[in-house]
Each structure stands twice: as C-alpha cells, then as structure tokens.
C-alpha cells in the first residue's frame, strides 16, 4: 500500500482535531506492528490506526467514519486467532488499548464493570483478594482483553461447567457506527425486550463498539483437584469423556492429549506426563471439599472402568499444577516440533470425538502433514494442530486446505466450524458450508438493523453470497455446487 | 395414515400466505403464557401438534424437540437418565410447551444460581416473518460461527421468528437436595444469603416470604451435609420449590402482581410484603400503581405479571429511545411486514 496516498492526509487531519496528534498513527513504522492479529498468516497494514482515551472521542471518530463512509475494525489486544481484528489498507484501525482500567468492583453483587482493553486475567487478579474470580478462561487469558472476548464469545478450559463469556456478561455499553449509545442488558440478571446481550458476543466486532462491560465473578471454588488417565489408544479415550459426562459429573475440565502433544509439553515443562500413552485426560473437579473427595472418586471409577490404563490424582497442589502446566504450556511446546502450526477450532458432539479424530488421522497421511491434538474434549472442542513450513513452497497453501476439510468433516459430524475462535478473516469461506443463502441474507439484514452502510469490520465474520459463490466455484461439495441460482464469474 | 407430527411445512405455507396478505398472526401452542404480554389480534398460527423428541443422548448433555413438545414429556425423557433443564421453566399448565418456555425465556428458582432459559440454548431452527425456514446456532456446547441467532429468540415471544426446533444444554440433577429454613427477616436473611453464596455454598433456590427465608442446597448428600453443619437452620420440605416454579404458589394468584427484577443488593425493607427469589435479585410484590419508574431507579426493570389475560396495559418495561429503535430495526429484520404477534412485547414492535 502506499503510505503516503494523498486522500489520506485530510482524514489524519480531521482525526488529529478528535484526538491528540499522538494518539493518531500514520508513520509506516508505528502502523507496522498494528499489521495483524495472533493470526499472523493475513497481515494488512491500515490507513491509519486511532488511540482513544475516552467514550466521546470513539463517538466522534464513528460519527466522521459514518460521514466519511471510511470503514472501521476494532481491536483490543490483538491475540485473536481468525483474524477479526485485520486491518484494512483502507480503513481506520481503532485499537482500545488505552481503555485498560476496571472502573468498579461490586462484592455485594459479585461484578465488575471493566473497559474493553482491560486484559482478562487482571480481572481476578484484581478480585481474588475477595475469593472471587472471573470464569471464562482463554489460553491466551494472560494477554487478551475482556472486549475481544467479548467480541469472540471467548471460552476455555472450563466452560463446560462455567460457560462461556456470553454466560459470564451482564451488561455492555455500546456505540454504533451512527454514534448511538446503547446500554444492553443491565444490573439485574435480565432485561426487557430482545436479548442484545447474546447478539452482541460473539458478533466479532461487526455490530458496534463495546467501550464497556459489567462481568460476573464467582466465587472461587474451596477445593479443585486433577485426574490423569492414560489411555492405549485414542478411541478409548475419547469414549472415556462421554461416559464421565453419562454417569453424572460436571468436571471443571475435561482435556485431552494425543501423544505427539504429550512428549511436546514434557519436553517443554517437564510436567511427568506418561509419554507412552497413547492419549491422556486431564479430568479436573471442583467445588466444595467434600463434592470434590465425592466426585473424584467417582471420576476415578468411571475412568477405570472406560479402560484407562493408569490413573494418577494430584498428590498436592504442586503436583496438580505440574499436570496443568504441560496441558496450558501444549501450544508453545508444539511450536519447537515445527517452524509452524495452524491451529484448527472446529467442535463437535461429543460421541463422534473418537470417529472424527481417527478421519483427521487419516488426512494427515494423506496430506502427509503431521496433526497433533490437544483440546476442550469435554466441549468436544478439536484444536487439531497442522505442523508446516512456511518456508516451503505451498505448504501454507496446503495446510490451509488441509484445515478446510477438517472444518468440513466437523460440520458433516453435526458440529461446527468455530467453537470458540471466531469466523473472521480465516474462517469466512467455510461459513458457506455451515449456512446455506436464506441464513446468511438474515445474517446481513441484522448487521444492516446496527450498521446501514455496512462500515464495521467488513468481510469479516459473515460471507457475502458472491464470496461464496466464488468460493464455491472453486471448491465442489458432495459434487453439488453451492447457490446454483447465482451467476458465476 | 397418521398424522405426522412434523408441521413444519403446513405452518410455512400459513406464515408465507400471512407475509403475502399482510395478516397478523397471533403464535400459540400450549396457550398457558398468554397472560404474559400484550393482546395480539389476529389469525391463530397453532404449535400444538408440532412435537416430537429428535434427539437426545444423555452424554451429550443436549436434547433436541419439536417447539410443540410438551415440557413434561421432554422432562420425564430427561428424568430416566438422572438429567434436568436446569433453568427450571414453569409448567403454568401441563400443556406448558418447549417452545413456550424458550418464547417467553421464563426460568425458575435455580436461575440466579444455574442459568436461565437463554443459557441453556444451543440452536434454535425458525421461521422467518417471510416464511423462510433457517436453522442457527446447533447441537454443540460451543459454536460461534455467525450472530448468535438461537439465544436471540429467547424471550422474543415469536416475534422474531417461529421456533420450530429447539436444541437445549441440560444438565445431570444433582446426588441430593435439601431445604433449610430460617426465621429470620428479609435484609438479614439476605445477608446471610450474600455472605454464603461467597462461600460457594451449594445453593440453586433462595425465598424469603413472610418471615421465612428458605434456602435449596444440591450436591452430593456429603457436601450438603457439610453445608448445613456450617449454615444452621431447620430442615424442611421441598415442597415450596415446585409452588414458585410453576407460580402455584398463593402469592402469584392475587391481581396487581409485580415482577421486579433487581441488581441483587437492592436494599430491602422489611415492612414491603414481597416474596424474594434468585438471592434477591426477583422480586414480587403487589401494587395498584404501576412500579416501571421505581424499578428503573434502582437500575432494574418491572414486570406487570397477573395470571390472566393479555392486556392492552404496558406489560414490559419500557425501553429508552435508542434502544426501542435498535430493537424495531431488528424487528423489521426478520419480520418485514409485521405478521408475527404483532405488538406482543411492545405497542411498537
């Protein structure tokens, strides 16, 4: 793109009258690093990228957007993973990095009212002197901020029992791309008319601008302790969690580890895993001390029983973080087994976790590109893990098609394309499969109800039926060719 | 040859004719909400026999139905595998359907502690006000793929869409469950309530009405009974919980009924004659005026809620200026021409 475009230099100018002249970066240099998010195989450096302070200057920055028909992508750390926060080399970047302060802790109500940029780990951090804790748990928690969780409907490792961010949200104040201000949802634990709460999360920045949000914290469970269960085969494994699941218990966390990612994190953390196994689970309870003596116990049955080969409790406190460390630290660790990885997001039931693992096996041969597994089984959340070489030519090519047809085989499962890392730019072609044109039309008309001129974020999130016609032009599902009514070019 | 319980079609064509003359349709199935909103006129578009189980398989933790469903047929199904919808929708009446509940989003006395209706929603497959059969969200506990549609039509009262098919989350009941009562006052006992919730005490039902503050544990039978070694209280009938449940209770029969729905902490005077659920946060009282302006005072909002007919009177809150704006265009979205229960929520949408 050339930095130096002369329509440019008027749009910086009426910025620069909104926000101090710091606050509006132009300089190639400073946009560089605002060039991609933690999807780093798209990068797009923005026309300009804007630092707001306050909720008036986003209006106004909005406002001059709308009027200038300038389109607009928000972005709050930058760690999401399907590129929702991709700039555009004709757009406004608005990073909300300096809304980074929690504005209220409430104890009587357990909630806290945080500004986006606020990361989300700092929220218990900030709370846990009152035994209380922010639930929704992202591996990126240490790093990503509460609005681009927001945006993202973020999970982790133990939404089965305790939701994801739309379950853990009461409240957003929002500001749309005409300069409205909206409050949605509220103090109370409902609100009247329709639930814009559950629109807005999840909705990848394409509906408005959050500038705030009231989040709920529980109180942190007494007691919490760790099961490992070694597995002879996957298969096994994977029938383990749908019989803990059967026989009645809720764990915190349900996790599970091919072998190729259990030598990877021991390696990495030394976290005494069996590196024999074939498979592991991390089956965590939590609760009061008894339900957790109780429902260990019970755990441990189960597990026996689904043929788990050895089943280890953490002795201590120490030795349950050494288990977790191995399970957080598996990301990391399988960046040392190659120059790169493409982490794959799709979920699916439960009882199809040992089928659909055993097809993506299947198509790692066929690709000859290795996959190593390590994901929310108990959400039946698959991160199946593609190892590639950038360096070589076409492999990204390839390991991106790779990634398609596992998407594909999750939806064909009764599944979906994204469990919890959002469409954005990455996942935007395979919205085609999982909708057909009348969803996607109703999808449009939605973002139209917020944003008429369609300035937020876009080609991001939802496809539009060219795109996929397109896309499937190239692409032949089932032999059937998708939305045969539209013109092909 | 039977009747098939699969309408989906016949209640399309009839939504379609309507987008085409521009009727009204008022959506009913187990017609025992219908006290819960504005009167709509116009031609009935009936769910009833729009039922069937689809799916359910206990390790998943997800059943999927029909929205004509009885309530009670998806919770005897539930209740063989030792599972619940834990959100507790009330059965008004034994016709109470799936559909009725995820329509209204009514939840009951766990949900200040478990959930509610639009927590436990997976997917949801609708029909437009144009006829147009879609299905979002799906059988996954996790799925973020596009605007989260399903959750959307929680509360919505139909008037985003026909709920054709509803995919829930359910959950494994709980080993055991007690009662405790106390004799204490409101503001004490809710005190008490704050100060054990922040315990982490295994509580999934609070209320304290006239004088008597009650409190529903459920967990395994150890870790309740280590609970109530710490709390103190008698022990006591769980009777009560089914009675503000399905709102069988005495108080909910009486007229000028109010539904205030608070931030929790919302100071309590003990002279008030409410009832209070959901650990303070649900509060029922009778009152001649109306309590919207009260209500958003303490930054909730208030419910007219009399167990009989629709009303032409405001029954919801109402919603400031922009947001009644967003919600109309949102409205339009999905139903252009304003067929589906027209006026329900709001005169204006």
């Given amino acids: ?489 | 040859m039977p009747e098939s319980n699969d309408k989906t079609e016949l209640l399309r064509d009839q939504i379609i004719r309507s987008y085409d003359s521009k009727t009204p349709l008022v959506i009913q199935a187990g017609n025992s909400k219908s006290f819960y909103g504005r009167d709509v006129e116009g031609e009935s578009l009936l769910l009833a026999g729009h039922q069937g189980i689809l799916s359910y398989q206990a390790s998943e933790l997800v059943i999927t139905a029909r929205s004509g469903t009885r309530l009670s047929e998806l919770e005897s199904a539930l209740d063989e595998h030792g599972q619940q919808l834990a959100f507790e929708p009330p059965l008004h009446t034994d016709q109470a359907t799936l559909g009725g509940a995820i329509a209204s989003g009514l939840s009951g006395p766990a949900r200040a502690f478990r959930g509610a209706a639009r927590d436990f929603v997976l997917g949801a497959k609708i029909i437009n006000g144009k006829g147009e059969l879609m299905q979002f969200g799906g059988q996954v506990m996790k799925n973020v793929a596009g605007y989260d549609v399903s959750r959307l039509m929680v509360g919505a009262q139909g008037t985003l869409g026909v709920l054709t098919e509803i995919s829930l989350k359910v959950l494994p009941k709980t080993e055991a469950e007690t009662t405790l009562a106390f004799d204490v006052d409101a503001a004490q006992g809710h005190q008490w309530l704050r100060d054990w919730l922040h315990q982490g005490q295994p509580i999934t039902a609070s209320c304290h009405y006239q004088g008597t503050l009650s409190v529903r544990l459920s967990s395994t039978a150890n870790s309740i009974a280590q609970a109530y070694k710490k709390m103190g209280g008698e022990m006591a009938s769980g009777g009560l919980w089914p009675q503000l449940r399905h709102q069988t209770h005495p108080y909910f029969q009486q007229d000028h009924l109010w539904r205030l729905s608070l931030p929790p902490s919302t100071s309590i005077h003990n002279e008030d004659k409410q009832l209070i659920e959901w650990g303070g946060a649900l509060r029922w009282k009778a009152s001649n005026s109306e309590l919207f302006e009260q209500a958003r005072r303490l930054h909730g909002h208030a419910t007219r809620y009399t167990l009989r007919a629709a009303s032409t009177q405001q029954i919801f809150q109402p919603l400031q200026a922009s947001m009644l704006a967003i919600q109309k265009r949102i409205k339009h979205a999905f139903d252009p021409r304003n067929i589906l229960n027209p006026n329900r929520l709001y005169q204006e949408l």
């Fill in chain 1, 1 to 489: 793109m050339n930095t130096s475009s002369p329509d440019r230099k008027p749009i910086i100018r009426c910025l620069q009258k909104i926000l101090p002249t710091a606050s509006v970066l132009h300089d190639a240099e400073d946009l560089r690093p605002y060039e991609c998010d933690g999807l780093s195989a798209y990068q797009q450096v923005p026309m300009v990228v804007v630092l707001p302070e306050t909720v008036e200057q986003i209006e106004h920055i909005l406002t001059f957007c709308t009027k200038q028909q300038i389109p607009v992508v928000a972005r709050g750390a930058g760690t999401g993973l399907s590129g929702g926060a991709l700039p555009l080399e004709n757009g406004i970047l608005i990073s909300l990095a300096r809304f980074n302060r929690i504005l209220k802790v409430d104890i009587e109500n357990r909630t806290a009212v945080v500004q986006p940029g606020v990361r989300n780990l700092a929220i218990s951090d900030a709370v846990s002197q009152h035994g209380l804790y922010y639930a929704p748990d992202p591996s990126s928690q240490i790093a990503c901020s509460i609005g681009g969780n927001v945006a993202e409907n973020a999970g982790g490792v133990h939404c089965l029992k305790y939701g994801l961010t739309v379950h853990n949200i009461t409240r957003l104040e929002v500001i749309t791309m005409r300069g409205e201000h909206l409050t949605i949802g509220g103090d109370a634990l409902d609100s009247p008319g329709y639930d814009l709460l559950a629109l807005m999360t999840g909705s990848e920045g394409l509906l408005g601008i959050i500038t705030e949000i009231t989040v709920k914290l529980l109180p942190t469970p007494k007691a919490a302790n760790v099961i490992l269960a070694s597995f002879a085969d996957v298969a096994t494994a994977g029938q383990a969690v749908s019989n803990v699941i059967a026989d009645g218990i809720l764990p915190a966390g349900l996790e599970l580890m091919d072998n190729a990612a259990i030598g990877a994190a021991d390696d990495f953390v030394n976290a005494g895993y069996p590196r024999d196994a074939a498979a592991i689970l991390l089956c965590e309870i939590d609760g009061t001390d008894a339900e957790v003596a109780d429902q260990l116990a019970q755990a441990q049955q189960v597990l026996s029983r689904s043929g788990a080969t050895e089943i280890r409790v953490a002795e201590d406190e120490q030795q349950r973080a050494r288990f977790w460390a191995g399970r957080k630290a598996a990301f990391p660790a399988v960046g040392r087994l190659s120059p790169d990885y493409y982490c794959m997001d799709g979920t699916i039931p439960r009882h199809q976790i040992a089928d659909v693992l055993t097809r993506i096996s299947e198509l790692s041969d066929e690709y000859g590109l290795p996959i190593v597994n390590v994901f929310h089984a108990g959400d039946g959340n698959l991160h199946p893990l593609i190892l590639y070489d950038a360096n070589i030519e076409g492999e990204l090519e390839r390991t991106e098609e790779l990634g398609g047809r596992i998407l594909e085989i999750c939806v064909e499962a009764g599944g979906t394309i994204t469990g919890e890392h959002g469409v954005g730019m990455e996942k935007i072609n395979q919205m085609c499969f999982q909708f057909n044109e009348q969803e996607l039309l109703q999808f449009h008309a939605i973002k139209q109800a917020f944003d008429p001129d369609g300035l937020l974020n876009p080609g991001k999130g939802i496809p539009t039926l060219h795109r996929c016609a397109e896309f499937g032009a190239m692409h032949v599902h089932h032999g059937q060719l998708p939305h045969p009514e539209l013109e092909r070019f």
